[in-house]
């Protein structure tokens, strides 16, 4: 069956850098487009980044332009998410998820990871 599976949360300091990923299985990686998700305390879903099918095209959201990089290697079948310069409000619990395109429904969804960015 389909699983996305994060890792690489945790407690951060302010300024500092996270790595994430997401081990996909299940599916035919390589031809989904990959997006990143979160959720911070008490808010609803927020669209952070994707990345095309073969990774030759990105988006972000402005609030994580010039901070956050997604990369995914379609060998490993994973997703990833560099995370510097890391702030406060972007304590979150992080999703990955799995659609056709990058504008279309994202079929396939993570449990997510917990970021805290705290001092």
């Known amino acids: 069956q389909v699983q996305l599976v994060e890792s690489g949360g945790g407690l951060v300091q302010p300024g500092g850098s996270l790595r994430l990923s997401c081990a996909a299985s299940?599916?035919?990686?390589?031809?989904?487009?990959m997006s990143w998700v979160r959720q911070a305390p008490g808010k609803g879903l927020e669209w952070v980044s994707s990345i095309n099918p073969g990774g030759g095209s990105t988006a972000y959201a402005d609030s994580v332009k010039g901070r956050l990089t997604i990369s995914r290697d379609d060998a490993e079948n994973t997703l990833h998410l560099q995370m510097n310069s890391l702030k406060p409000g972007d304590t979150a619990v992080y999703y990955c998820a799995a659609g056709r395109t990058m504008r279309a429904r994202m079929e396939y969804w993570g449990k997510g990871t917990l970021v805290t960015v705290s001092s």
């Open positions: 299940g599916f035919t990686f390589s031809s989904y487009a």
